[in-house]
């Protein structure tokens, strides 16, 4: 259906993660990144994931949102679409979602139960809803 995935070497899955790609759509995992039990990627548009990466349980990443005016039901059928970028050596804590159109920066961390809702810079701790500057190596 035209869906492309490019999962690296040395990548491991863990039980019960879900990997979702629709048509047209690209999932790419760089070599020995790590997702842990039950993470779920759901890809629509564009997910890179950088090499040596850790997700761990139960992450959500979704690169598109259900589409809604505030004066209807929310679409069962058409979506809001933007790729994501998680880029090298990135850990994202247990029950992370990252929302589609970011991009985290490289050795970023995530602090567990957080929701990443915008771009996130390298070499620095984020957490919280919405994810937010905790500390930085800069």
């Given amino acids: 259906n035209g869906a492309k995935i490019n999962i690296g070497n ?25 997702i842990n039990f039950g993470s779920r990627v759901s890809c629509f548009t564009e997910i890179l994931i950088g090499e040596d990466c850790l997700i761990a349980s139960y992450a959500n990443i979704l690169d598109h949102g259900h589409k809604y005016d505030l004066m209807n039901s929310p679409s069962k059928t058409e979506y809001i679409k933007a ?5 090298k050596g990135v850990w994202l804590g247990t029950k992370v979602q990252i929302n589609k159109g970011t991009t985290i920066g490289k050795y970023a961390v995530v602090g567990s139960n957080s929701v ?23």
């Fill in 10 to 34: 040395s990548v491991s899955l863990g039980d019960f993660v879900m990997l979702n790609v629709r048509e047209g759509a690209l999932l790419s995992i760089g070599k020995s990144s790590h």
């Fill in 83 to 87: 790729g994501i970028k998680i880029e």
């Fill in 116 to 138: 990443v809702t915008k771009s996130l810079g390298e070499a620095s701790v984020y957490g919280g809803i919405p994810a937010k500057l905790l500390k930085s190596n800069k």
